[in-house]
């Protein structure tokens, strides 16, 4: 590789941005939105009941995540149903779950 080409993968390290991604992430509330998200497709209903959460705070929380591109979503008539948003979400929380627990 040669060196401009380096200089410029370099260039995306982006401190400032990867922060807000840190801080999207840094609410349990919304940890557990994802947790849900990640095993299915889910509505705002049904995040709502699995985490007893009211639907202004659960739509909240949802807001933040998809300004962060942390969660896609797919309409089905009326309904608004919530995916992760690429592989990388999945290995963010997969790699903040084992460095948890190998403590
Ligand atoms: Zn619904």
């Known amino acids: 590789m040669s060196a401009s080409r ?3 993968r370099d260039d995306k390290f982006i ?23 990640s095993k299915t497709d889910v509505c705002v209903h049904e995040l709502c009941k ?18 962060q591109h942390l969660v896609n979503t797919r309409r089905a008539g009326r309904e608004i149903f919530y995916m992760l948003a690429s592989s990388h979400v999945t290995e963010l929380l997969e790699t903040a779950r084992r460095h948890v627990e190998s403590d």
């Open 6 to 8: 380096r200089d410029k």
């Open 50 to 67: 699995a985490l007893h959460m009211s639907q202004t705070s659960v739509s909240h929380h949802l807001r933040q995540l998809r300004a």
């Open 15 to 37: 401190p400032t941005e990867m922060a807000d991604v840190f801080k999207a992430l840094s609410d349990p509330s919304r940890l557990r939105i994802l947790y849900e998200v």
